[in-house]
């Protein structure tokens, strides 16, 4: 029987958690949410997704009638008839959205955008996909976050300990936003250390890390650059490491001299190459060369495409919380064989 | 039959072309070139497209091979199994390939990169197919010179005649190059009238056109500006105008204001959503708001998606050269259906 | 007997004219306002210009002290001590503070932020000095008017008359300005024609002009793509316009390629070199191989430094209200002569 | 007796420390040298510096006068009349010109485009003044370098060991520069750990140092985002480092969010402001809110001026080669006296 998922805000991130959805044969979207009608609503029709309004309101819901949309009722309707909600609204709604979600008693997942403290759970598929198992509700965790979480927990798998200092160069606006800058400078996150790195630890609490962030005027990608101290007689070497990477879900490795990928702007061409809807990159980028052990301490950059990276996350979170599936690695491996069969052409 | 097709150079153009002649049902991709084993190489192979290289050294060709790649031998041996070769090789390569190309007796298609003197005959889909009906070479237009045609053309017809002034805003470098710049700064093009405009008159000579040019920190697309004097008597309207290019294919209108779609950015979001690979928009791009006719001067913008709108045009004009379809509307049909089928999810 | 000025909004503008007028022999600052302590008052302070509060609240004047900066009071009382207000009050406050000015009968100026209805007129030094002479009030138009009036002024009084055509490509945010975006996107205004061109009239009724503008990623200067058509019988070739400004002031001729100045970047670049403070160039930078005559029809591109080729106008408008130097090309003479003394290393 | 000093190549770095050597009293430019004739030509001449050639070449010598400018020879004529010459020529060309000046018997300082290796010997005025006392020729290290001297060594003298991690987010092309990009994309140095922090101890061998580096699509700053590791007893605490820095010669200690600098198109706004020419901030800016001590781990962000802040430097490194100040703070208060003097109207 198939999990029915909604979806609140069907925007950068809702729209492509319900074409991940889609493309699962153990779930399906249900309904998705516009504030009114738009381009947006083109979409879902297009894709088949059931409209609905993120609000109750007779005269809000009537609106994408006169534009010529169905709509199928307001957020209550939908809530109704789902198992899940998918909660992809802008930040800081999270306090009202949830009391509805507790109130329509449907299982819930907020986004990065709001704080573990909404919730008291936050998720990502290889740290805590067990502690997640048949809650009520959970947030997975922001792209920063799961990028991290994506190489720093094999390597606590490993060490027994981690102790982390990351530099994040993050982009100052996503693609198609065309309001925000800087235009030519860098803005550091003058919050020292930044709340980016430790929200590794409402996943993973036993590897303790920091960081320092800035924004840099691109919108492709973040860039992480870390400092990684293992303990005494961790027996790994430079290859090695990258041979765990290897064998780790949703990590690509590549040479940036021999693939002559050196930037975020090559990386994000590959990405559109193999053929991903968006040009999503899914996975967490590393360079092979630009990865050094250097006695315990590890040096590396990696890059996150803020806009995808969580949604194959969003998808395991979900049969997490429906207790479908206890193997996280087994559920990693269903995502990722449905999406690549759906989206590659 | 199917139209045996050869890539000569699979990188930004290439692959697109590739991919699109791949759609069709009457032509098939017989084999694209590389010139040494790199990534590209994979998307060839994953595409199922036989590999060659550019060259007929030996020892060129068996680089391949030791990267674990199979090439099935050098350009001439390509040629000698092709109807017609796409040349889409680095700009200025022109006249050398073109003698490769007459002495294998292929039929050839050369890009906007090389200049019209080099095959004495240019192509786009709807202003000179016809001329183009089994001729033995050609060249398909650039980018802008394609967008020009495709707004400007049905202008024409309708009028009889035109005078165009366009000033070019270009993007400075293609999303997957890191090298190029300017980053904070804006670059006229010091020939003045630039090259660009009159370029148009290579496929529909009748249309009077000059233009001014200049290079802005943007990878996504071009933007043109553009200032048309209508003849006396024209008996258009801003509103006739628009409803004659809904009926132009490869031609979208759009509100910015209603749609939310106020720059380039939003327009390349657009076209990600869409599904199309690469993110790619094939249509010429008009802001329904930012068109204007006073008097007989029209007013209006357009924005150019330069990685990929000639892409369906290099698809009809091998069946100009090949002399398989007579009609350019008919081509411009099948081509765009056969696409559409097969990007879109 | 020297003229005393009062700048209210010490910002951008107001510190630019600010440093101006006190290069001047026959006017001085007698007070600039602030909002609130900020860095802007150090400069002030450096600079030893009498610090006033923009507004009139004993508790806002109140809090410089705390900051430890002398206030001299609020804009009521630097009015009473000015012969004439410069107003460079952020957009939009005109209306309020024009009746501020008139309640206190002093003279006043405001900038291009304004519209031409406040105050039913505007000003250019080379359009309508004489016309300007002896009024209680008016407005120094932007920088973008003031651009175009440099170069199309001359070349309407030697003509007759003037057809233009002009895409703006504009800066979308100051250098210093860390939040405006867009980072990599071309933005149209899709108000067909824009409002840029046709304000050149309101120093020049006779001159024909329409503009189309577009927002691109640069903080740096502004770009004029202009075509413009001359009458029959001008008598004009490339050479003799170009001769004609290099005798017009405040027009900088170079040639992109033999000086190497071929983006917007050098051109700045030489302006720093060139000593002004702030690395400002009042002047417009015409580049002498981007000027072209092709029969009647003009086209040529300008530079425009956004944030200062305003603040010599600043000063003559000053001595046109004062009714001080009838002559506007005395009063250019001197204002450049002084700045040039004071500024240049 | 004056110092006389000959500046080779007068570009970026070159037309700055010619300045700033000519506010001196105790040293003058006695030449600069040029390719040939060009707009930085006139720079000289508007200054009085005494043109000459990089080349002894006649027929190169001779170009200058076809223009109009006064050369008065080749680099061998300038060097027999110098004490000490300041190479600014482009990087890698440092073998070469080090034995023309040995030849020449004359004192020679490099910059930090050279290797340490070239000169054996590098300068920075707080690290190693006392090192440089009369010797031959030094390298003034890099503008990087130079920054991370400026924090560390304070910090080192006062702890007695640091070890120090600093990601390097770096601008990628300078102001006047419009041919490098990216224009939107982070670009990593797959070098790692990077050369520039250890560069640090070529003039303080005893601070432990590693560095990674990206490049982003900015040219107005480099920023330092930097964690130190203070031994045990260090005594410090986050406001004793920041009163400790702000007694440190050419460090400016500011508070982003109530001094309003966010980013570095602040900083740089407020370098304009205070009058430096060229808008040039010599000083290491250090944001006041963006200073953290957490047990022995110090984090801290610093921006740092590429174009000038080793240009003072230059000047007390001229003094050191020659032996006339061996106090390096007295050299430090005497060049920053005589600039500030010189430059801020």
Not at 127 to 153: D, K, M, Y
Request: proline share 5%; hydrophobic share 40%; net charge negative.
């Amino acid at each position: 029987m198939s999990i029915k998922v909604a979806i609140n805000g069907f925007g950068t991130i809702g729209k492509r958690v319900a074409d991940a959805v889609d493309a699962q044969d153990d779930m399906e979207i249900v309904g998705v949410t516009k504030t009114g009608p738009s381009f947006g609503c083109d979409l879902a029709v297009k894709k088949g997704f059931p409209l609905y309004c993120t609000f109750d309101e007779p005269e809000r819901i009537a609106r994408f009638a006169e534009q010529g949309y169905e709509c199928h009722g307001g957020l209550s309707d939908l809530l109704a008839i789902a198992d899940v909600v998918v909660d992809c609204a802008p930040g800081k709604m999270g306090a009202e959205n949830l009391s509805k979600y507790q109130n329509a008693g449907v299982k819930f997942m907020f986004q990065g955008g709001e704080k573990h403290a909404l919730t008291g759970l936050s998720y990502t598929s290889s740290a805590n996909h067990a502690e997640n198992l048949n809650a009520q509700g959970t947030r997975v965790v922001s792209c920063n976050t799961t990028g991290l979480s994506r190489t720093l927990v094999p390597l606590y798998e490993h060490c027994g300990s981690l102790k982390v200092e990351c530099t994040m160069i993050r982009r100052a606006a996503d693609p198609g936003d065309s309001k925000k800058g800087p235009i030519n400078a860098i803005k550091p996150v003058l919050k020292v250390p930044s709340h980016h790195g430790p929200d590794v630890m409402t996943v993973k609490p036993e590897i303790e890390i920091n960081s320092l962030a800035v924004a840099v005027p691109t919108t492709i990608m973040h860039l992480h650059s870390i400092i990684a101290d293992l303990p005494e007689g961790h027996g790994l070497t430079t290859d090695s490491i990258l041979a765990m990477w290897r064998q780790t879900p949703r990590v690509i490795i590549m040479h940036g001299e021999h693939n002559r990928i050196t930037t975020t702007a090559e990386v994000m061409e590959m990405a559109r190459d193999i053929g991903r809807k968006w040009g999503d990159l899914h996975e967490i980028f590393v360079w092979e060369d630009g990865v050094e052990l250097i006695g315990n301490r590890l040096y590396y950059f990696q890059a996150i495409h803020q806009e995808s990276d969580v949604i194959p996350e969003n998808v395991d979170c979900i049969r997490a919380l429906m207790g479908t599936e206890p193997d996280w690695r087994a559920s990693v491996a269903k995502t990722d064989a449905a999406i690549s069969a759906y989206y590659n052409c």
